[in-house]
């Protein structure tokens, strides 16, 4: 059974910053890919950074240079450190990872961007 616990969201000013982590629990010791997503009210989830097993990141246009994603594999964490974030950044943040053909899903962190 593997478990994802997100952290570290909360309410910003416009041009702030804040960093996520995400905990795995569970007999998985090194995910295939981990990756943040968002969803915005009204909207659909989106990939906003992954992480791959060989280390590459792939980031959401809109975020590229302000966001920045980091797994310790050995702490099981995955982090996203965001900065100078923007009203459009206010969303559920979600921390997925995947094994093989299996995907798991954190229950999201609210991250509001407002002045």
């Known amino acids: 059974q593997v478990q994802l616990v997100e952290s570290g969201g909360g309410l910003v000013q416009p041009g702030g910053s804040l960093r996520l982590s995400c905990v795995a629990s569970?007999?998985?010791?090194?995910?295939?890919?981990m990756g943040w997503y968002r969803q915005a009210p009204g909207k659909e989830r989106e990939l906003v950074a992954s992480?791959?097993?060989?280390?590459?990141?792939n980031y959401r246009d809109s975020v590229k240079g302000r966001f920045t994603i980091s797994r310790d594999n050995a702490k099981k964490t995955l982090y996203l450190q965001m900065n100078s974030l923007k009203p459009e950044d206010t969303a559920v943040y979600y921390c997925?990872?995947?094994?093989?053909?299996?995907?798991?899903w954190g229950k999201g962190t609210l991250v509001t961007v407002s002045s």
């Open positions: 997925n990872a995947q094994w093989g053909a299996n995907a798991f």
């Open positions: 992480s791959a097993r060989d280390s590459t990141m």
């Open positions: 569970g007999s998985i010791i090194v995910f295939d890919r």
